[in-house]
């Protein structure tokens, strides 16, 4: 199936009416299925779905390292994942379009927070903004991006959905499924930063998020209590950066 589809529409404009055709992004829904069980329904793109659902799993704190992940397999509009050491977890089903968590886990995020051990040169971080800009996008008009983007700059991972939140679990299971080092990354997204965006890199280990878009108020506070550095405002020339900016070195 492909990413975007062409509908036909009419323009209005003062002047009068007009026929047109408008590149739409295309959405489909999976089901999320972990040793048997359904999890959720994911709201997504018609890409990358058992990387998305490995990225799920990490960045909502139920698998942390790639040995968790047994087995995963793609078949009629559902993932399945065999995951180890997952026997006890309380499930409630939803019909997931913006990033609601799908695992009720009795373990807080209170105890987690990130190592100031990886630094990120300023220059990079903003040599890094030209890898947010999408052809689909630019069409569209519907999509977010996610990147994950090491310490030289060095593009690693790259996805796109119609939800930020989506984007973002793509580009963590890329990685997760590649036995890539994520505590040497920084996520580069496109979407705003409420908390449960900033706990989504929080949980897969990545020490800074860098977005062109705004922080949230409950995005900062979680930033700050995880020890992780959040970046916003993003674009050529400049960042605003709320929490740890001793990650980042000019």
Not at 86 to 93: N, Q, S, T, V
Request: glycine residues 6%.
């Amino acid at each position: 199936m492909e990413t975007v589809k062409e509908y036909t529409s009419v323009k209005i404009t003062r002047a009068g009416k007009e026929d047109a055709i408008d590149p739409v992004m295309v959405e489909q829904t999976i089901d999320l299925i972990i040793n048997g069980t359904k999890l959720s329904s994911i709201v997504t793109t018609p890409d990358l779905h058992k990387e998305l659902a490995v990225g799920y799993m990490v960045t909502e704190g139920a698998v942390k390292d790639r040995r968790d992940i047994e087995e995963v397999m793609e078949k009629d509009g559902k993932v399945f994942l065999k995951v180890r050491s997952f026997e006890h977890f309380d499930l409630w089903y939803e019909l997931r379009s913006s990033g609601c968590i799908g695992v009720n886990w009795e373990k807080r995020d209170e105890d987690v927070s990130v190592p100031v051990s990886q630094t990120f040169p300023a220059r990079v971080i903003l040599d890094s903004l030209k890898y947010l800009f999408s052809e689909i996008q630019d069409r569209t008009r519907g999509a977010h991006s996610a990147c994950l983007i090491d310490a030289e700059g060095r593009l690693r991972y790259q996805a796109l959905d119609i939800g930020r939140h989506n984007a973002i679990d793509k580009v963590v299971g890329m990685a997760l499924l590649n036995g890539d080092d994520l505590s040497k990354m920084f996520l580069l997204s496109s979407g705003r930063q409420p908390a449960g965006m900033v706990m989504k890199a929080v949980r897969a280990g990545i020490p800074l998020i860098v977005s062109k878009a705004a922080p949230i108020s409950s995005g900062i506070e979680s930033a700050r209590r995880a020890n992780v550095t959040l970046a916003c405002f993003a674009d050529r020339e400049k960042v605003k950066v709320f929490s740890v900016a001793e990650r980042i070195v000019v």
